[in-house]
């Protein structure tokens, strides 16, 4: 079977029939979107679809590649992009075709028309100088690929403009079987100067650090954009405009189980875990030794951890109404973003706030980056160094929502001080006396419906 994979970055208007392309092949039976950090419904359009939406853990394409790749189940992948015209053709069948006859191990793909500007004035005489036996490929520049997955963990995913022709040079420095098919016509994408000019440079670095021009060793640091305040992720322009907020923990709230608790049973640090927990620490500093438990792990296998732990069973429908009756609806978790920002995806939700797990090449390195909004400032109203209550107020002014429309929904001591704080404050499924005892509302259920029958 085939896992199709398709990096997406504000693709609203056209995500579905890419989707709906993939799924005109019999054999395709998984799609993964990765959405890039859209700014537009590029989620909830590809949620429509009923596919596997994630996040990556860095923006960028090359990221979102190599983490749609790990995802995958299946050996045979295929990468569309999410701007596909809508062809009549079957493209999956056509990439996937040498791969099934065990005719090659990566497949390119080639439209019928001239390569474009970067190829032809740039690329081409660069491979002819540095890689004479790659000038066969018509279009080294494309991005519709396929091949197996096997593969494809043995090559380095670049993560801007160079991702493609990089691939192309690593599958043959690893002896891969390499075919180029055409899918089809395509009209020619005039890209502005200014955006040629950074292909250019970035499709240069990726094929000057193959033949060691440059430092091959340099830090991904270097080389790949900040990740964008996810603060100011959260700030996207909705459709509808919020005069309520409602903000949420993940664990045991959203989810019916603990994340971390969860990495500890499949990973085998329970025992460390319990050792940290019970220290007289600040939860600034626990969060920093949990997070060291992580390293190593990819963000596959985290992902892969926050799914097995069922999801409250009415809360998609939950946040709908919620939606509906004009709240903006998110997650404020002690956990990590990423895995809070997969949850998010999942339920249709419009923001996710948390600590920043940081990975390498999609492989946790451990340490944790704690975003400032958490932390004790002038402005705080807890004694805590590091405190949900001071990432809620954060958010709440920079939506312009008073603390009378708010709501706060937890479950344990760490959520005390956001529940005390908001203009609504409810305890859910809470062992934390001291919880119920600040709520408004105290609620045991499986269900969050009771939380639509307190607000309005």
């Known amino acids: ?142 991005g519709m690929i396929a091949g197996k997955k096997s593969i494809f963990q043995k090559v380095e995913f670049e993560n801007d403009y160079g991702v493609d022709i990089g691939l192309l040079m690593d599958m043959h420095q690893v002896r891969a079987r390499i075919k180029e098919v055409c899918i089809g016509e395509v009209e020619n994408d005039r890209q502005p100067l200014h955006v040629l000019g950074r292909m250019a440079k970035q499709v240069a670095n990726a094929i000057f650090k193959r033949v060691n021009i440059f430092d091959a060793g340099r830090r991904q640091e270097e080389s790949v954009p900040m990740m964008r305040e996810q603060v100011e992720f959260a700030l996207k322009e909705l459709v509808r405009q919020p005069r309520k907020m409602i903000v949420f923990d993940m664990d045991r709230v959203l989810l019916q189980g603990s994340f971390i608790q969860a990495a500890a049973e499949q990973f085998g640090f329970t025992r460390e875990l319990a050792d940290i927990l019970s220290q007289p620490k600040s939860n600034f500093i626990k969060t920093q030794k949990i997070g060291r438990l992580l390293e190593g792990r990819t963000f596959a296998e985290l992902i892969h951890v926050v799914e097995s732990i069922p999801l409250i069973g009415d809360a998609v429908q939950v946040i709908r109404e919620l939606q509906v009756r004009g709240y903006v609806c998110g997650i404020i978790s002690d956990g990590y973003h990423s895995i809070a920002n997969h949850v ?25 980056r704690i975003p400032s909004q958490l932390l004790k400032d002038k402005f705080s109203q807890c004694e805590h160094d590091h405190c949900k209550s001071n990432m809620f107020q954060y958010i709440l002014h920079r939506f312009g929502i008073s603390l009378a429309d708010a709501v706060a929904v937890g479950d344990g001591e760490n959520d005390i001080c956001m529940v005390k704080m908001a203009g609504t404050g409810i305890s859910f499924n809470s062992v934390t006396p001291v919880l119920d005892e600040v709520a408004d509302y105290v609620f045991r259920d499986t269900s969050l419906k009771p939380v639509l029958e307190v607000i309005r």
Do not use: C
Request: proline content about 5%.
């Open 1 to 142: 079977m085939v896992s199709v994979i398709i990096p997406a970055l504000n693709e609203e208007k056209t995500i579905r029939q890419v989707i709906r392309q993939a799924k005109r092949n019999e054999l395709v039976d998984e799609i993964i979107v990765v959405d890039d950090m859209s700014t537009d419904a590029t989620v909830a359009e590809a949620g429509k679809e009923n596919v596997k939406v994630i996040t990556p853990t860095h923006v960028g394409k090359g990221e979102s590649m190599r983490e749609g790749m790990l995802m995958a189940r299946n050996e045979i992948l295929v990468f569309l992009e999410a701007d596909l015209p809508d062809y009549e053709e079957d493209i999956v069948g056509m990439l996937t075709a040498p791969l099934i006859r065990d005719e090659a191990d990566f497949v390119k793909s080639y439209f019928e028309r001239p390569a474009g500007r970067v190829a032809e004035i740039l690329v081409k005489p660069m491979l002819e100088f540095f890689f004479p036996h790659l000038l066969e490929f018509r279009q080294p520049l494309s």
């Open 344 to 368: 998010k995806n999942l339920l249709g939700l419009d923001f996710t706030l948390g600590n920043e797990l940081e990975f390498q090449k999609s492989v946790a390195t451990g340490e944790v």
